[in-house]
């Protein structure tokens, strides 16, 4: 189409003080400032995307960097020309001959690739005057198929198993998607149980949410036990027997103390532990998975597993029972195409990571689309939803009866509001100013 | 010590052309330009510590930015609080509460990590009066295993087994030392086979390097099987059936096609195939390892596996059967420790990669203290050596009848001629002034 040529990428260093309250402290970030780089492409003909990866505060500058150095691969081309060969671009990406020595696929670049990207999805999904999960679910299979790089993963996964797997979920699609516009998708609430809160305001926080109809709770666990056995058992008394409770330890164990140390937990039955240990450690996660698996505990995680390649293994290991996929992590819709298809492959459930800054608003779409066209199964799924920081969307979350609504807006709901970036940009924005004149931080 | 407090960190973005001629070119690194982060620490006393990280061309100024931002951690500290509890240091650099979100442990922190962890290593050296890896040999074992981060490890590999395995290597020591300082430590070649290199090049290379005393000779594979077929056949001709050559495919292919390829590599009798594919995955090349065992082809790779965890699962599948440890793309000498004694524990050999810029300055150090301190075996162990840009460092490798004679000047190794760093600094250097000038690159 003409005019889809970007000839500008921008980015940002947006971050909220949110260590001042010890919003989202756990075990190993104990003061995390969330924060995101903020992308917006421009084209020709004055159209924009918008995109962003998350950051919990020191180093999104890093990431920043990051992005402008890839930004000279994106500029100059049109939208057409990257949807045209998106698996192509992808690949010009994360396989740049000089770049990809400081990855590979990984870390910084991988989040910067993922901030980009996640702003082309949305410049497209604008472009087709559609909400990106209805983009995904409306897309023909072997063009689906076509934006994903299987480099690294056909021995898991072929690209004609991925598209067997989207031809036969078409059967009951369409009742899907109605059921969704309906009810929502069901979520999970992580805000009543940071490490860093009170129990007083534990117990206030998780009645409240019972009140409004949430169902499914996670506890951060794994600084101290007798914390978290106390924490524990205040929540199942609060929420009872019957309700759903996850826990979370955010990679603070070795492979041996994950085992002693939630086998202690047993008793308030957790559905999963999330993170036991290091996000690398495929063959730490499937000992963990063995040893829990007797007491009908499972293994999540996913938010920092940095690539399909490493999803690929943990699926193929049985290293986890629940996939938690991450929108900023990895290489946006792209790879996570790809990490949806070979769960479905390997039939284990997908249940994403969200929270952060924009965390939910963007993975809401990935999760739909997991329902509708590829999984068609809610049985063992939630979605995570964290209220905290919607309020600088343009089009935030809409959460109703604990489910996630389906977005209505064109694009991938990345868009924040200009006023909250420019108050929240480190370190020039007026919120960081007054903070330090207070010397707070 | 008096002074010896750090009170600047500084680090400059350093690149020489090496793609306007091919050097270093492999299948997936098409046209590198040999780079370095380059940090030097000041002391109060006005003593100075370098170290270095490697990149190839475009990013490094995204690693540039991220020593920056660890800097913060180091100002301010004394080498002996440093030193005194290494391990402390290394996690406080490693698990920062908001930066190990951007990692954890891998991609561009991990490199900006090693980077000032090794001229912090360097400086330690210095003030010692000694070589690195002759401060390696003299250390206490228990001060050396304090300086190593056991955490997500200890499945593999406790305290106490570390400990055990040096103090038991302690037999021999004194003769192991006098042999590497009279012999030198056995090397192999990658300077002849790039794969940007024509036929005559090729041949003209590999004879004069046989003149030399080489008997160790890697191939770079991966783009083309016919010309990998002609091109080893040529080598093999060239070098004879006794001396060992080697294929390097630099994560070129998927597990199932690294196989089909490699076999039809195996007339030509490679020791071992380097990075088949991606260097993230454990159980494909635990598979490509079980496939081409009976062939008598191992598999080595290393130079991109981004901490111990990953090193840690490689040696539990059996995945590979040469540790390629890289003094530059883990956290320094502290996380090498850890990679060396495992490797001793799962008696698998080490062959460090090397080449680039300085990673045979540095790599030598930890090589000679393995063989030194920890394997005392030199059975299908070797040291990667590259022919290029040595003229730059202040103490380059010394390279006789095909061994890397042990360094003499204390230190790392790693500082770099001032001349040198100042002529080819990224973009503004003279060199790089010259190359914008006639619009080479």
Redesign the interface.
Same mark, same amino acid.
């Not at 190993?28 to 400032?33: I, L, R, V």
């Not at 480099?151 to 021995?155: A, E, G, P, S, V």
């Given at each position: 189409m003409p005019g889809d040529k970007i000839i500008n990428v921008s980015v940002r260093d947006v971050r909220f003080p949110t260590s001042l309250e010890q919003h989202g402290s756990d075990a190993?970030?104990?003061? *995390?400032?969330y924060s995101v780089a903020y992308v917006v492409l421009e084209t020709e003909a004055a159209l924009k995307g918008y995109g962003l990866t998350f950051?919990?505060? &020191?180093?999104t500058?890093?990431?920043v960097?990051?992005v402008k150095?890839l930004s000279t691969l994106v500029v100059g081309k049109t939208l057409e020309e990257i949807t045209g060969d998106f698996r192509g671009f992808y690949r010009l990406l994360s396989?740049?001959?000089?770049? &990809?020595?400081?990855? *590979?696929?990984?870390?910084?670049?991988?989040?910067a690739t993922a901030a980009i990207l996640n702003a082309v999805w949305d410049l497209w999904a604008r472009v087709e005057g559609k909400p990106l999960w209805k983009l995904l679910v409306d897309m023909d299979p072997a063009k689906l198929i076509s934006c994903i790089d299987f &480099?690294?993963?056909?021995?898991a996964l072929t690209e004609q198993e991925a598209l067997d797997i989207l031809v036969k979920a078409k059967a009951g699609q369409k009742t899907r998607e109605e059921q969704m516009l309906r009810e929502g998708y069901p979520a999970y609430t992580t805000s009543c149980a940071w490490l860093g809160y009170t129990d007083q305001q534990l117990t206030q926080l998780c009645s409240d949410a019972l009140a409004q109809g949430w169902t499914k709770f996670k506890v951060k666990v794994g600084a101290d036990l007798q914390d978290d056995i106390r924490r524990c058992s205040l929540i199942r008394k609060l929420i009872g027997p019957d309700k759903t409770l996850m826990i979370d330890a955010n990679?603070r164990w070795?492979? #041996?103390?994950a085992v002693t140390w939630v086998t202690k937990l047993a008793e308030f039955h957790p559905l999963w532990i999330e993170e036991p240990?290091? *996000?690398?450690?495929?063959?730490?996660h499937a000992?963990i998975s063995k040893a829990l698996a007797p007491f009908g505990i499972g293994v999540a995680t996913g938010e920092?597993c940095? #690539?399909r390649?490493?999803f690929?293994?943990f699926l193929?290991?049985s290293a986890l029972q629940f996939v938690q996929i991450d929108s900023c992590r990895v290489g946006s819709v792209n790879e996570n195409l790809a990490i949806i298809l070979m769960a479905a492959k390997f039939n284990v459930p997908v249940c994403p990571h969200a929270g952060g800054v924009g965390l939910c608003e963007l993975v809401q779409h990935l999760i739909l689309f997991d329902y509708i066209s590829v999984s068609a199964s809610l049985s063992n799924r939630m979605c995570e939803f964290v209220d905290h920081l919607h309020e600088h969307f343009k089009s935030p979350t809409n959460i109703r009866n604990a489910h996630y609504i389906p977005p209505v807006d064109p694009g991938f709901s990345c868009e924040m509001l200009e006023e909250s970036v420019k108050k929240h940009q480190y370190p020039e924005g007026e919120v960081w100013r007054a903070i330090e004149k207070q010397g707070k931080l």
């Open positions: 190993m970030h104990t003061d *995390p400032d950051t919990v505060g &020191r180093g500058e890093i990431v960097c990051a150095a396989s740049d001959g000089q770049m &990809r020595w400081i990855g *590979p696929e990984k870390g910084v670049i991988q989040l &480099r690294y993963i056909t021995d990679q070795d492979v #041996n103390e240990t290091s *996000p690398d450690d495929i063959l730490g000992s920092q940095h #690539n390649v490493m690929k293994q193929q290991a």
